[in-house]
Structures are given as C-alpha cells and as structure tokens.
C-alpha cells in the first residue's frame, strides 16, 4: 500500500505542474479582462495609464510562463497569493468554504452509496421482477435528468409547496449564530439532491455486480449446501458484487465536484462554488490555480482509495502489480 501510495504520489506532481500551467495559460487567453474585474466600474472612466498601472500592481502584464512560476514557487513555501476578487488571502478563501463543501460532498456521497447499495441488491435478488424493472427504470430516469433540474424542483416541492424544509442557505436568515440543527436541516435539501445525483450508477453498478454474483459456482454451491438466502446473498454475492463499486468511487469524484458546485450555486451553499465562479469570471489566477490544484488532487486521491480498496478485498489483486 505503501509503495503504491508514493507511486501514486510521484505521478501526482508533472499531473499537478502541467494542470496549474493549464490554468494559467487558459485564463491569460480568457477574453475576461482582470484588471476591469478587479477595478470594477472605476475602471470605465479610468485612462490607459492607469489600467496599465493597475495591471503591472497585479502582475497580470508578464507573460504566461513567468506569472505561472512565480505562484508555483510561492505555492510551494505554502503561500498561494491574494484573490484579486475576494481581496482575501487565498488560503483564507478556501480555509473558510472547504470544509462546507466537504461536509456537502461527504454526506451526500455516504446516502449515495449506501442506499444504491441497498436498491442494486433487491434488484438483483429476483432479475425481472416488477421491483427490478421499477427500481432500474428510476435509475435510469435519475441519470439522464440534470442535477440543477433536480434541486429547482426539490425546492418547488419541499420549499414552497410543502413548506417543510428550508430552500438554501447556510442557516435560517433571522439567526446570528450558525447551530448544527440549523446547519443539519439547511443540509437535507442539497446533499439529498447531490445523493440522487450519483445515486443511478451505484445502484445500477451493485444490481450488475450482484446479478452476475449470484450466478457464479461459489454462490451456486452455498445454496447447495443448505445456507440461508440471507447468507447466501450477503455473505457471498453483495462481497463479490461490492468490488466493481470500489472502481466508480475514484471515476465518480470529478462529476461529484461539478455536481456540488451546480447544488451549491442553486442552495446558496457557502462553500467553493460562488469562489470558483467568480474566480474564473474575473481571470484571478492565484484562486482559480489553487481551487484548480484542490479538484485534480481531490481526483487523484479518489483514485487511490478506489485501487487501495479493491485490493484489499479481491484477494487475486496484488497492489505491487498496480
């Protein structure tokens, strides 16, 4: 696990270098202008002068490759510049919405699998059935329906007709102190969407994987010596079927991170969304490479976990052979 970690982690570094140079160079051939971002409607009645003042203070007037090493240099020390937009540190700026998008992200994948899990296996206990046929139906209607679509109309519903849960936000508009219960009950609407979301391929991928489990010899020869169905399905099938599952969660991350930050935009979630649009709005280089660093890494960690889980339960995997 070990070895594979550090192979991981040193393939991790050109993907890094090469990703934040990316950013750089795509935001310097943005047609959004950084300067009249981050000057506002000064900046209309501003001379050349001044505009090209203000973009050598920001450092926006040296060419790609320069602009790009002084912030990976900076980066490297642990000091990832100042938002030109949210004038905040950067560091600050991610330090404060981070842990609420993970906090979003978390839950919602948690519901996500656990109950795709649960739907995949009644599905494949009888292939056919009228449960099956509605349960992978769903799923498929689920997939194809866009996640933004969703949460308008999880607020239409639950918001404004039924009235039992609050439309967005962090915590109820009249409270001066953010509560857990505040925070737990503001959470139901856009981790529920961000679940449904990722849900149909959970549930799609356990109905697959325990399908073909419970037709294989092993599982055929526990029934034949007298288990129970309950056993025979966890105990044997859902371990077998479980494995291609451990593969989807490192696939499933990049859409997650975009998923939760179409959520966030539409809850008024405080996390990274708002941060990211407007980063990339207003070409500000130190906070769009930094939240840039913050998903591929988050890619590549998913990854990880997805190869270090399935070798520790396929016993036929080696992980010094990934």
């Known amino acids: 696990m070990a070895r594979l970690a550090g192979r991981r982690a040193l393939f991790a570094v050109p993907v890094l270098l090469v990703v934040t140079f990316g950013v750089f160079a795509i935001a310097a051939a ?3 202008d950084p300067v009249k971002a981050y000057a506002g409607t000064a900046a209309l009645g501003a001379d050349q002068e001044t505009l090209d003042r203000l ?9 790609v490759v320069v602009h790009w090493w002084d912030w990976l240099t900076s980066a490297v020390t642990g000091d990832l510049g100042e938002s030109s937009v949210l004038r905040q540190p950067v560091a600050q700026v991610i330090g404060e919405r981070l842990v ?16 795709g899990t649960v739907l995949g296996v009644l599905a494949a206990r009888r292939p056919g059935s009228w449960l099956d046929r509605t349960v992978t139906s769903l799923a498929y209607t689920l997939e194809a329906a866009p996640v933004f679509w969703t949460a308008l109309l999880a607020i239409w519903l639950f918001a404004l007709q039924w009235g039992v849960l609050p439309a967005g936000g962090l915590t109820d508009t009249a409270s001066e102190q953010v509560t857990a219960g505040q925070v737990a009950s503001h959470l139901v609407l856009p981790a529920g969407v961000l679940a449904v979301s990722q849900l149909p391929w959970f549930t ?12 294989e ?15 025979v399905l966890l105990g044997h099938a859902l371990r077998s ?4 599952v451990l593969t989807l969660i490192g696939s499933r991350v990049p859409e997650l ?8 935009s539409v809850f008024s979630w405080p996390g990274i969304a708002a941060a990211t649009v407007e980063a990339a709005t207003a070409v500000d280089f130190p906070l769009l490479a930094a939240l840039t660093v913050l998903a591929t890494a ?13 070798g520790l339960f396929d016993p036929r995997v080696k992980l010094s052979e990934m």
């Open 55 to 63: 973009r050598a203070n920001l450092g926006v007037d040296r060419p």
């Open 217 to 231: 010899d092993p599982v055929r020869g526990a029934r034949a010596r007298g288990l129970s169905e309950r056993t």
């Open 204 to 215: 799609l991928y356990v109905r697959q994987g325990v399908g073909d489990a419970l037709a």
């Open 298 to 310: 988050a890619v590549l960690v998913g990854n990880l976990l997805a190869d270090l889980l399935y």
């Open 30 to 32: 943005s047609p959004f």
């Open 241 to 244: 079927g479980l494995l291609p």
């Open 100 to 115: 609420w998008s993970t906090l979003l992200c978390a839950v919602a994948f948690a519901l996500a699998v656990s109950a």
């Open 257 to 264: 991170i975009t998923g939760a930050l179409l959520v966030e």
